[in-house]
C-alpha cells in the first residue's frame, strides 16, 4: 500500500491521530491497480491511466488508440480567429448567448485577445448554413443533438468491437495490455467501414425525411385550402 502511494497510484489515508484510515474508495482503487496488474499494465501506464482519468483527459492517447480513432492522415488543426472576424460573419446574430453556447460546444475558445477554433471545417459548415438563412441558436441546438446521436452510435461501434473481436471471452473493463494493439488495428481496419455505413445511411435518411417533412406540409396547406373553400 505504502508503495502504491509513493509511486502516485493511491491517496494517502485520513489521518486520526496517529492511525491512519483506509475507506471504501482505497479499497477499490487496490482493486482496480491488482485488476490491471493482472492484466498486464505496468505501474507507470496505471499511473498515467488513473491522472488522465481524474483529470478527465484523452485516455485514448495513454492507451495507444489516439491514432487509430482519428484515422488515417493528419489531425485537424486549430486555427485562429480575431473576435471582429467573428462579427462580420455572424453580425447581429452574434451576442452573448450564442457566444457562451458555442464555447460550451467548444467551437471556439478564447485564447488571450483572439479566438482558437479547434475545427475550421464544422464553423465553415455552420458559417455556410447561416448564409443559406438557417439562424445561429436553431444551428448551435441541432449541433448538439446531431453530436448527441453521435456519440451514441460511436459508442456502440467501439463497444461492438471491443467485445466481439478484441476480447470476446473475458468480462473485463479494459482489454489486456497485450490486446490494445489487436484493438488499436481493429479500429484503424473497420473505421472506413463505418463511416460508409454512416454516409449511406444519410444518404437513405435524408430524402426519407425530406419527402416526409415536405408531404406533411402538403397536407397542411391542401387541408386548410379545402377547409377554406367549404
Known amino acids: 500500500v505504502r508503495a502504491y502511494q509513493d509511486r502516485g497510484l493511491l491517496p494517502p489515508p485520513q489521518r486520526r491521530g496517529r492511525v491512519g484510515i483506509y475507506n471504501g474508495e482505497h479499497l477499490a482503487r487496490l482493486r482496480l491497480i491488482g485488476q490491471l496488474l493482472e492484466r498486464g499494465y505496468t505501474i507507470a501506464s496505471i499511473r498515467e491511466l488513473l491522472e488522465t482519468w481524474e483529470q478527465g483527459r484523452d485516455l485514448a492517447h495513454v492507451l495507444g488508440l489516439d491514432e487509430a480513432i482519428r484515422g488515417p492522415g493528419q489531425p485537424e488543426v486549430a486555427s485562429r480567429l480575431e473576435f471582429s472576424e467573428l462579427q462580420e460573419l455572424f453580425g447581429e446574430a452574434l451576442d452573448d448567448a450564442s457566444i457562451e453556447r458555442a464555447q460550451a460546444l467548444g467551437l471556439l475558445e478564447f485564447a488571450g485577445d483572439h479566438l482558437r477554433v479547434p475545427s475550421p471545417r464544422l464553423l465553415a459548415a455552420g458559417v455556410a448554413l447561416y448564409r443559406a438563412g438557417i439562424p445561429l441558436p436553431i444551428l448551435l441546438d441541432e449541433l448538439a443533438t446531431i453530436r448527441g446521436h453521435i456519440e451514441r452510435v460511436s459508442t456502440g461501434i467501439v463497444r461492438m468491437i471491443v467485445e466481439q473481436l478484441v476480447n470476446p471471452h473475458l468480462q473485463a ?7 490494445l494493439e489487436n484493438l488499436s488495428a481493429q479500429l484503424l481496419q473497420l473505421r472506413p467501414l ?5 454516409e449511406a445511411e444519410l444518404s437513405r435518411g435524408l430524402p426519407l425525411a425530406a419527402n416526409r417533412e415536405l408531404s406533411e406540409r402538403v397536407n397542411q396547406l391542401l387541408q386548410g385550402f379545402l377547409q377554406s373553400s367549404s
Open 194 to 198: 463505418v463511416e460508409q455505413v454512416v
Open 173 to 179: 473493463p479494459l482489454p489486456h495490455a497485450r490486446e
